[in-house]
């Protein structure tokens, strides 16, 4: 449908208050011409200059309103306001014309007697009937047309179809003109030897019956109150009054002068309420194409248009101009847990909090769905624009109070500048995304400022997406599983299930793509399919691997958001070996008390389910976080056995205090990544501790790990 975001047509507050004024004002003409024509008749003044000043009054009006109209068919695409403009085009005619042949409106003889320019006795009156008759048949017409128009899908009104408009409608009127001051023989006798005929009479008769009627088409037939249709009604309600004043005023008294001023004043104010709400309609066109509605940011388009001409004043002045690019990390994991509405309400504060940030000369635009850009003129320096952008990442990484819930949220911004990265607005558009798909791909929640050989790498990750995409369709993401041994006795106590890539023939481990798969939001549908394949061995391996105490499966926070992994789950055959299972999450996921991760937590707590806290002593934990948890496995990262391998006072005090707290707080400790005989050797020192690595055994298929038939471990 081809039309504006707002028109003539639709209904608002404001087009209710100006239609209602335009219906006042014909109310009260109406009533002014009802109470009129009950007056006694007063003393007939023929004054052929009012004449002339009531036409041309009446043609200025009338050449104003087509010419409106006109432009709002061209706006609309409906074709109703064709009609309603050709009618005001036609009366406009004809309403010029009635000036010639009305006695001494133009033209008076030496002895100052009336005399007329073209047409005779009857000509004037009935161009001012014919003038009436097509207004009143021309409105009710108009009205159903733009009713009828409105619903349909509008085809673009060609310029040939409006000029045959304009060309059709002065045909008109021309045609009846030249009828009446050419063959004024051939016209009706309206005026006899004595005045007003009978004839006259029932003409006045037959308007009134057509006015009347055309108000209550008019009323019935338009469903909407909007504008348009107030300001037609309030014209026909004009018209209306017009019959009446015609039937009941003597012709030429003062009370019949005075009605028609009082009628142009009322049809004056009428236009000016039409040029008010076009105005109006024209202001929130340019305010809805330039501001985007939800976050009242630019809109993609205007702000496009105000980087360009801010690229070309710094290439003119040599000034530093910054560009961010803004992605709200993991936006559909939101709207999934809280929907749509908090989805929208997050987006209008990450606008407010991220202009509370920006100088009142910074443009911030949404770019669309959750992406917004910043562009800042001036810059001043490469290391004030980083400023501004940290401040925007620590800015939306704050919690936010949405519908009652806490909602968790952050950013990847990309950041180019020109000239410096480019000349020309595309390509710095270009490469602040590509600064800002970095971020992403490096975990979110951070800036990358452009470099030279980013594209390249941006390049190579697009290519590796695609691959992990076309991986997800084959079925290509296997589930693996590493030993965990009991360090004392050297016994396999348990497993960890880890995901793996069947590649062209090798295997990929998931340090080596979990990154991108983070980045590009495909880590879910990996976790789905490796968690798919599991349980389809799982019930099999732990009822015949009964030394086997638990199976450690590591969940990522956007698996934990994500309502398909939680009803997984939540329901057989999963649920039923929840007893048996831990769930791994990482320390910096773990840190948080509130919010969407804790409350899955202890869904899934609930379930039976155990927690273990993967990769600790790389992020910042507190003991009360720790004992919150009430996680059975405490998770020792690599780093820190690394670190006992290292020269310094105390090498092994990291992991020494790692121990000490889960025996102050009665978990386990497991040390990760024990790869050689001498970290063996540390982590045996500490005591009765569990570890895993490559010391004990590489990860292998989860099959594999199935006794022969009829063994039991």
């Keep these: 449908m081809n039309r504006h975001p707002l028109q003539l ?6 087009s209710r208050r100006a239609g209602t004024i335009s219906i006042v004002l014909g109310g009260t003409y109406l009533t002014a011409a009802v109470v009129i024509s009950r007056l006694p ?7 052929p200059g009012a004449a002339l000043a009531h036409s041309l009054s009446m043609a200025i009006l009338g050449i104003v309103t087509s010419i409106l109209l006109y432009a709002q068919a061209g706006r609309s695409q409906n074709p109703g306001y064709l009609a309603l403009a050709g009618t005001f085009v036609a009366t406009v005619i004809l309403v010029l014309a009635l000036p010639l042949a009305f006695p001494g409106a133009l033209l008076a003889a030496e002895d100052g007697t009336p005399e007329r320019v073209l047409g005779g006795v ?3 009156i009935s161009l001012f009937y014919a003038w009436h008759l097509i207004l009143y048949l021309g409105l009710p017409a108009s009205a159903l047309l733009l009713q009828w128009a409105s619903g349909r899908p509008h085809r673009p009104l060609r310029a040939g179809v409006v000029v045959g408009s304009i060309v059709g409608s002065a045909g008109l009127g021309l045609l009846i003109a030249a009828w009446a001051l050419l063959l004024p023989d051939s016209l009706p006798p309206f005026i006899g030897d004595e005045g007003i005929t009978g004839l006259a009479a029932t003409m006045d008769r037959i308007l009134l019956a057509i006015a009347l009627l055309g108000l209550v088409v008019i009323l019935l037939g338009t469903r909407e109150r909007n504008a348009i249709s107030r300001w037609i009604t309030a014209v026909a309600v004009l018209s209306l009054g017009e019959a009446i004043v015609n039937l009941g005023v003597e012709r030429y008294s003062i009370g019949w002068y005075f009605t028609r001023t009082f009628g142009l004043l009322a049809m004056a104010s009428l236009l000016l309420t039409l040029v008010w709400e076009m105005s109006r309609v024209d202001r929130t066109t340019l305010a809805v194409a330039s501001h985007d509605d939800l976050t009242k940011a630019r809109s993609r388009a205007t702000f496009e248009k105000e980087l360009e001409q801010e690229v070309v004043r710094s290439r003119a002045s040599g000034g530093l101009l910054a560009l961010l690019w803004i992605d709200v990390d993991d936006f559909k994991g939101i709207n999934d847990r ?9 987006l209008r504060v990450i606008a407010q909090r991220t202009q509370t940030q920006i100088r009142s000369t910074d443009v911030l635009a949404r770019m669309g769905g959750d992406e917004f850009a910043i562009v800042i003129p001036g810059a001043g320096s490469r290391e004030s624009a980083e400023a501004v952008a940290g401040r925007i990442v620590e800015q939306l990484g704050q919690p936010m109070d949405i519908g009652g819930h806490r909602v968790y949220s952050s950013c990847s911004i990309g950041l180019a500048f020109a000239p410096d990265d480019a000349e020309s607005s595309q390509d710095l558009s270009h490469k602040a995304d590509v600064a800002m798909y970095e971020a992403k791909s490096q975990g979110g929640n951070r800036l990358v400022t452009f470099r030279p050989g980013l594209d390249e790498t941006a390049r190579a990750s697009a290519d590796y997406r695609l691959a992990l995409m076309a991986a997800i369709d084959q079925q290509a993401f296997v589930p693996f599983a590493q030993p965990v041994v009991d360090v004392e006795s050297g016994r396999v106590v348990a497993l960890e299930l880890l995901a793996r890539w069947r590649r062209e023939g090798e295997i990929v481990e998931a340090a080596s793509f979990m990154q991108s798969a983070s980045a590009s939001r495909l880590i879910v549908p990996i976790g789905w399919q490796v968690l798919s394949a599991a349980i389809e061995i799982l019930p099999t391996l732990l009822a015949r691997r009964r030394d086997l105490e638990f199976i450690a499966i590591n969940l990522s926070v956007p698996e934990l958001r994500d309502e398909t992994t939680m009803a997984m789950l939540s329901t057989p055959p999963w649920v039923d070996s929840a007893p048996c299972i831990i769930l791994e999450i990482t320390e910096s ?35 009360a976080r720790l004992e919150q948890l009430e996680a059975t496995l405490i998770k020792a990262d690599r780093s820190l056995l690394v670190r006992t391998q290292q020269p310094g006072p105390h090498p092994e005090a990291m992991l020494r205090w790692a121990f000490d707290i889960t025996q102050a707080l009665g978990t386990q400790l497991v040390v990760e990544g024990v790869e050689t005989e001498r970290e063996e050797a540390v982590v045996r020192a500490l005591g009765p501790v569990l570890a895993q690595g490559y010391r004990y055994g590489a990860p292998a298929p989860l099959e594999s790990w199935l006794p022969e038939p009829g063994h039991l471990g």
Aim: net charge negative.
């Design 9 to 14: 047509d639709e209904s608002s507050g404001v």
């Design 41 to 47: 008749g007063d003393e007939v003044l023929v004054l």
């Design 122 to 124: 009857q000509s004037s």
């Design 338 to 346: 809280f929907g749509h509405q908090a989805g929208d309400e997050v």
């Design 589 to 623: 996921d773990a840190i948080d008390s509130d919010g969407p991760v804790p409350q899955a937590l202890d869904r899934l707590r609930a379930l039976g389910y155990r927690l273990a806290v993967d990769d600790f002593g790389v992020g910042f934990s507190t003991i």
